[in-house]
């Protein structure tokens, strides 16, 4: 296997979908010829697949997002790129509206088997609009899929399988991850939805994470382990659907839960996977379950006051500690 890149590895999983299908497609800002896209995912497709297969749209959301639900309820397979997660909210009838309940109002006629790609997430300092964390708002959407891929080898395998499916998806990434490297076999796999991944073994506690926040996650254990705390690290990789299977029987195991995400605090994913536990496992909770968010305030400009925003491995370590010791 090959060492590569999260952009790498996705690039690489849309080019074999690409490949494999003539009804694949791209669209979206500044992806084509010119540019390759904000952060370089689709650079070098346009000269490979031509101008018709990468398409550079105009300056809409709006357009982009309803293009490929018309796009995919006639046949097609598009994969819609928004450049910043934000601006979602500008296409937010054509996702939540009609891309989410077609096949139901439909009665299973048609389905909407699109991929609508976006990057979530601060660390840039590139303000309030550039820097949300919004999948809550779609998990919250019956009738959209929700692949949150943090590692390069899961964005390859989960982005093959979100085109293929028959159903809406939507694939968020990560700013701050594009550059981590992991080895990426050669040949084709996929990875199915709603299968969870344990990044790490535990047995005091279970950390459950998205994003770069799994990466984080995963260095908090390492400091918790010369502690003498061992925790037990969870990636979804998608959340919807959503394995609890994989998250309740790891509470049942340790007893303990810290949910860590870069949302805001109030009415983030944390909150409906805190309600879960708390139904389906509350007679095997030693200690209260503990979240480490974002506070509720729009994303700072300033670098020192968006570190201080962010969740970092020391709020993340306290939790821990909090319920542990």
Same mark, same amino acid.
């Given at each position: ?186 040949? !084709? ?6 299968? /969870?991944? @344990? +990044? =790490?073994?535990? *047995?005091?506690? &279970? ?71 708390? !139904? ?6 030693? /200690?209260? @379950? +503990? =979240?480490?968010? *974002?506070?509720? &305030? ?28």
């Amino acid at each position: 296997m090959a060492e590569k890149s999260y952009r790498e590895a996705l690039k690489e999983g849309l080019r074999e979908e690409m490949q494999r299908d003539d009804r694949v497609f791209l669209m979206g800002e500044d992806i084509g010829l010119n540019w390759g896209g904000a952060f370089k995912v689709t650079k070098g497709l346009a000269e490979e697949f031509g101008e018709e297969r990468v398409r550079d749209t105009p300056i809409s959301e709006n357009t982009i997002a309803g293009a490929a639900v018309g796009a995919a309820i006639t046949g097609m397979r598009p994969v819609a790129e928004i450049m910043f997660g934000d601006l979602i909210t500008l296409a937010m009838d054509q996702v939540c509206n009609q891309a989410a309940k077609m096949r139901y109002m439909f009665g299973g006629q048609t389905s909407v088997p699109m991929v609508l790609r976006t990057v979530f997430g601060g660390g840039k300092n590139i303000a309030s609009h550039h820097s949300q964390s919004l999948e809550a708002w779609f998990m919250h959407t019956p009738g959209l899929k929700i692949a949150v891929p943090a590692f390069a080898y899961d964005v390859k395998g989960l982005i093959k399988t979100a085109i293929r499916d028959p159903d809406p998806v939507m694939f968020f990434e990560h700013k701050l991850v594009y550059d981590k490297k992991e080895e990426v076999p050669e040949e !084709e796999y996929l990875i199915p939805l709603g299968e /969870a991944k @344990i +990044r =790490r073994e535990g *047995a005091d506690v &279970t950390l459950w994470a998205t994003f770069l926040m799994v990466h984080k996650a995963l260095e908090v254990a390492d400091e918790l382990a010369r502690e003498g705390i061992s925790a037990e690290v969870i990636d979804p990789r998608t959340l919807v659907p959503l394995d609890k299977e994989t998250l309740i029987k790891s509470v049942k195991k340790t007893g303990r839960l810290v949910l860590v995400t870069e949302e805001t605090r109030t009415g983030a994913t944390t909150a409906e996977i805190a309600a879960i536990v708390q !139904e389906e496992a509350f007679d095997w909770l030693d /200690a209260p @379950i +503990r =979240r480490v968010n *974002a506070p509720d &305030t729009p994303i700072p400009f300033s670098p020192t006051l968006e570190d201080f925003f962010i969740p970092d491995n020391n709020r993340i370590a306290q939790a821990v500690r909090s319920i542990v010791q």
